[in-house]
């Protein structure tokens, strides 16, 4: 008899645009890390700062973004820090910055209200720009974008100016785009 001892989900819920077929083989990874993360922290919610996290781990483009390497390995230390002990004052409770509009259950089962609003803005980011698949510089953004969520806190607390990382992540992202 296997027991369940997580509420997440194991796939994403089918009506948000990122679900099952709309995500990359490497936003899959994402995705995957941030609810085991989730999971092992013992949280009910995979929040914008387990998505940091796997982001940072499993995205080249996202750690170029980081201006060098101490930068970089403070915001994984932190996150490292806050996987096994930081992370207990979120325990138990939902993220929501109120940043932007949440989407509803239970669409966002198993997301909190700010992990699942990156996540649908990057994915309309990448539908915009015409591409089938949010990358990780489109979750990035999407995190960024959100003064008030726990990834955002997570960079404020290990010294990383948001607004110049949000603006190395546009110039590299449009620095890939092909010309048209």
């Not at 077929?21 to 919610?45: E, I, K, P």
């Not at 490292?80 to 949440?102: H, K, N």
């Not at 259950?105 to 994915?123: H, I, K, L, N, Q």
């Not at 974008?145 to 997570?154: K, L, S, Y």
Request: aromatic share 4%; charged share 25%.
């Amino acid at each position: 008899m296997h027991i369940r001892t997580s509420g997440i989900p194991e796939q994403a819920p089918p009506n948000h645009p990122w679900a099952g077929a709309g995500l990359s083989s490497a936003m899959t990874v994402v995705v995957t890390g941030a609810r085991r993360r989730a999971v092992r922290d013992g949280d009910r919610h995979v929040d914008t700062a387990h998505l940091l996290h796997s982001l940072v781990e499993s995205d080249l483009a996202v750690r170029e973004v980081f201006d060098g390497g101490p930068q970089l390995a403070r915001v994984l230390g932190y996150l490292v820090q806050r996987s096994i002990g930081y992370g207990l004052r979120w325990q138990g409770t939902q993220e929501d910055s109120g940043g932007f509009p949440a989407v509803p259950e239970p669409a966002g089962e198993g997301w909190s209200p700010s992990a699942s609003a990156a996540m649908d803005r990057a994915a309309r980011t990448a539908l915009r720009r015409g591409e089938p698949y949010a990358d990780g510089l489109d979750l990035l953004a999407a995190l960024v974008a959100d003064p008030r969520c726990r990834a955002v806190e997570v960079l404020d607390r290990a010294g990383v100016a948001v607004e110049p990382l949000s603006v190395r992540a546009a110039d590299l992202q449009a620095a890939r785009e092909p010309q048209r």
